[in-house]
């Protein structure tokens, strides 16, 4: 039970991760311009 509940942390945390990345990646184009 605690093993769920560490891995489903990790993956939330991973998500927001790639979420980010994927913002600042899709930010990059505009300020170059």
């Known amino acids: ?3 769920l ?4 942390e990790i993956l939330l ?3 927001s991760i790639k979420d980010y990345e994927a913002m600042v990646i899709s930010d990059l ?5």
Do not use: L, V, W
């Open 1 to 3: 039970m605690n093993f």
């Open 5 to 8: 509940k560490q891995n489903q």
């Open 29 to 33: 184009p505009s300020n170059q311009y």
């Open 13 to 15: 945390y991973r998500y």
